[in-house]
C-alpha cells in the first residue's frame, strides 16, 4: 500500500546542530508539505512543494529549509537548531491535480532541542 | 487571507451523548474545500472528510455527519452516540482555489469521551 514515512519518530539535539528530518512518499504525489505542531498554535506551515526542484516559504520558514530532489521526498533541514523549534512536525503529501485536494500525513516526529 | 476558527478549544461529555464540534471559516474564495482531521492519542493525523464549496448536502457516515452552511460559514461535526475511541483532537481546515493546494488548519478541538 501507499503511504507516507518519517524518520525519525523522535529526536533529541543540542541547540545548535543542524538537523534533518526525512519525508517519503510513495503515492507519487506532486506536492508535499511541511507543518510543525504546537500547543495553542494548532498546525503551522513551514516549507512546501508543488514538485522537483520546487520549493516555497510558509507562515513559519525561519530557521527552516527544504530542497525537492525527486517525487518522493522532501527532507525538511534546521541549519542551527534552536529550543524554539522542539516541536512536533508532521510531513503530508497530495496529489496536486486540483486545488483543494487532501493532504495525507506522515506519524509525525518529535523533536526537542536541548 | 484564509482563516479557521474552532471556538472551543476542550469538551469533555459522557459515553453516549451526542456532541458537536463547530467550525467557523473565512474566505474570499468563491471555490474553497472544507476537511475534518482527527488526531487521536496515538498522535497521527487521520482525514475524515472533504467538502467543497458547491455541495451543501449534509453528509453521514455512521454516527459522523457534517453540516455545511454558507451562509453562516460554518462546517459542523456531530458525534451521534459518542464513544471512549472517538477521544481525540479534532482539526478542520480550508483550502481555496487561490491558495494553490495549501490548507489553512483551525487551532483544533480536544474531545474527552468519559466511560
Known amino acids: 500500500d501507499a503511504e507516507i514515512t518519517q524518520s525519525p519518530r523522535h529526536k533529541i539535539t543540542e541547540t545548535g546542530r543542524q538537523v534533518t528530518l526525512a519525508c517519503h512518499q510513495t503515492?507519487?504525489?506532486?506536492?508535499m508539505f511541511w507543518y510543525r505542531q504546537d500547543l495553542g498554535h494548532g498546525l503551522r506551515l513551514i516549507h512546501y512543494s508543488y514538485g522537483v526542484h520546487d520549493t516555497n516559504k510558509g507562515e513559519v520558514s525561519d530557521g527552516y529549509s527544504v530542497s525537492r530532489s525527486n517525487t518522493e521526498d522532501l527532507p525538511l533541514t534546521l541549519e542551527s537548531a534552536a529550543s524554539s523549534q522542539t516541536s512536533v512536525y508532521f510531513c503530508?503529501?497530495?496529489?496536486?491535480?486540483?486545488?483543494?485536494?487532501?493532504?495525507?500525513f506522515g506519524p509525525g516526529t518529535r523533536l526537542t532541542v536541548l | 487571507a484564509q482563516k479557521v476558527t474552532q471556538a472551543q478549544t476542550e469538551i469533555s461529555v459522557v459515553e453516549k451523548e451526542d456532541v458537536t464540534l463547530d467550525c467557523v471559516y473565512e474566505t474570499r474564495d468563491t471555490t474553497y474545500y472544507l476537511f475534518w482531521y482527527k488526531q487521536p492519542p496515538s498522535g497521527e493525523l487521520v482525514f475524515l472528510i472533504r467538502?467543497?464549496?458547491?455541495?451543501?448536502q449534509n453528509e453521514i457516515s455512521g454516527r459522523y455527519s457534517w453540516n455545511f452552511q454558507k451562509s453562516t460559514s460554518s462546517f459542523n461535526f456531530t458525534i451521534t452516540a459518542s464513544q471512549v475511541v472517538d477521544s481525540a483532537v479534532y482539526f478542520c481546515a480550508l483550502g481555496g482555489d487561490n491558495a494553490g493546494n495549501m490548507l489553512t488548519f483551525g487551532g483544533g478541538t480536544r474531545l474527552m469521551v468519559k466511560p
Open positions: 503515492w507519487n504525489h506532486n506536492n
Open positions: 503530508a503529501s497530495s496529489g496536486g491535480g486540483v486545488a483543494g485536494d487532501t493532504q495525507y
Open positions: 467538502r467543497n464549496s458547491f455541495d451543501e
